[in-house]
């Protein structure tokens, strides 16, 4: 249109009419009338304007359409951008992680892997440690094994010769020692002491129960090896005699060397019979292995001393050789354990009981030290009721019942092993052809044992709920029997 106006303005100009009276109509003539053009030579047709316009819409379609695709390409490249920007950027950075951490991984696994060989390498080479320890060990088991047997042999072929020795020069036994004692002028006097000395027999065990240390204790006694020694520690449960000085002792005595000298210092081998365990005034040897100290037990020490009860040495399975006991002089042990005692856990004694002599003595048991002998028993039986009756004082009926059949039975059984043992050493002493006599003398021997120990129980069972009438009970008894040896009504 624009082109059109311009052509007729062109037009005009050549024909010498001016642009602004071409449109305006004359004043005779009608407002809105269109006015009739004329055709002027030399002007141009419709049909090439109409051509041009046409070409001219043909280039702004065609610069339209390169200008649209232009704009989508651009939107299409932003938009690209956007999605990068937004979604492809993050994935990435979350990508690139992911495969830094799966390379950290891989390299650990590597790792693992160079680990799992080396360790599979020390496996194999411990495997085969293993192997050559346990062959190892099987045969360390079997050379110990070994010497086990071998020590066994060892120990029964001791024991056989020590038997063998004890018979030829001590005889059948039962063998008796002779202990003598001498005590400090300032040493605590009890109740029945016989001024400031003291004598106490010791009955050894049978020779088929502790041939080697009842041998090896006599053969020590015989050599007067324990003369000038003394006692020389309270321990409470122990009183432990040895190769100490006492008051008597002259300067540097060198006591434990004539054992050593000697070549009697300790036992060949801890010897113990489950038949002679460490009862109350029972012998044993001290120490490992045991020797020459030795000790009189004033309680029952079968589990401290027996198998066992001696964890602090090398082989805790071991116990300690008890191959005597007392039969006579238990007052005199009795007054040892009023001795004081110096500070310390080895509970030394302060003043140490000299033991003058040691022999072999022939001894026949009397009837006084007999019933002496049972009444020790029964104390002992009476010791274990009151101990448990002072622990609870509010005991019903039927508990103190079953106290004092314990105590019934307790006594029954020693009364019995009394009995059992003294048959034993008469049969051996005895000819064979006096055997019947001995069967009945043994027979009345045992009635009359049965006969005490039920009267002892009778009389247990009406004085042990009262722990002032059993000690008074037990005063009377030992008065009696001094009055009774110093021949007094």
């Excluded at 065609?62 to 299409?76: C, D, N, P």
């Excluded at 012998?283 to 020459?292: D, E, M, N, T, V």
């Excluded at 009778?458 to 009696?480: F, N, T």
Aim: proline share 5%.
């Amino acid at each position: 249109v624009q082109q059109r106006k311009k052509s007729d303005t062109s037009s005009q100009m050549e024909q010498g009419v001016s642009p602004e009276k071409k449109g305006s109509a004359p004043k005779n003539s009608l407002a809105g009338r269109p006015r009739r053009r004329r055709r002027t030579p030399g002007q141009p047709v419709a049909r090439e304007w109409v051509l041009g316009f046409g070409l001219m819409m043909v280039g702004v379609l065609i610069a339209g359409y390169f200008l649209m695709s232009r704009h989508e390409k651009v939107q299409m490249e932003h938009l690209r951008e956007d999605i990068i920007h937004d979604k492809v950027e993050p994935m990435s950075q979350e990508w690139e992680e992911k495969l830094a951490t799966l390379e950290e991984e891989r390299d650990l696994l590597k790792k693992e892997v160079a680990e799992s060989a080396q360790f599979k390498e020390s496996k194999t080479q411990l495997e085969e440690q293993i192997h050559q320890v346990e062959d190892i060990r099987e045969k360390q088991e079997h050379d110990i094994q070994h010497l086990i047997d071998y020590k066994r042999q060892m120990q029964r072929n001791i024991e056989l010769l020590s038997k063998t020795e004890l018979l030829e020069k001590f005889g059948p036994g039962p063998h008796h020692v002779e202990i003598n004692l001498a005590f400090d002028p300032d040493f605590p006097k009890g109740d029945d002491s016989d001024g400031d000395t003291g004598r106490i027999i010791i009955e050894m065990a049978p020779a088929e129960e502790m041939p080697h240390t009842v041998y090896w204790f006599l053969e020590q006694v015989n050599r007067t090896l324990y003369d000038g020694c003394s006692f020389h520690r309270n321990a409470g449960h122990v009183l432990q005699g040895g190769p100490a000085p006492n008051f008597l002792s002259p300067p540097e005595p060198k006591l434990n060397r004539r054992f050593v000298d000697a070549g009697f210092h300790s036992v060949l081998f801890q010897e113990y019979s489950s038949n002679f365990p460490h009862k109350k005034y029972t012998l044993g040897f001290a120490g490992r292995p045991g020797g020459p100290d030795f000790y009189i037990s004033t309680m029952d020490n079968s589990i401290l001393h027996g198998p066992g009860g001696q964890t602090n040495y090398e082989d805790s399975a071991e116990a300690d050789p008890c191959f005597a006991k007392v039969v006579d002089g238990f007052n005199v042990v009795d007054r040892m354990l009023l001795s004081p005692v110096k500070p310390g856990n080895y509970r030394a004694m302060v003043k140490n009981v000299a033991i003058t002599s040691m022999k072999i003595v022939l001894y026949e048991s009397k009837e006084e030290d007999k019933e002496e002998k049972d009444e020790v028993e029964e104390e002992n039986v009476k010791e274990e009721v009151i101990e448990s009756s002072t622990k609870e004082e509010k005991l019903s009926k039927e508990e103190k019942e079953e106290i004092a059949e314990e105590a019934e039975s307790k006594s029954k059984d020693e009364k019995n092993e009394i009995v059992d043992s003294g048959s034993k050493r008469k049969k051996k002493v005895i000819d064979e052809d006096s055997e019947s006599k001995l069967e009945k003398k043994l027979a009345a021997d045992a009635k009359q044992k049965e006969a005490a120990a039920e009267a002892a129980e009778r009389k247990l069972e009406k004085d042990s709920s009262d722990l002032g009438e059993v000690l008074k009970i037990r005063a009377k008894k030992k008065k009696g029997a001094k009055r009774r040896r110093a021949g007094q009504p």
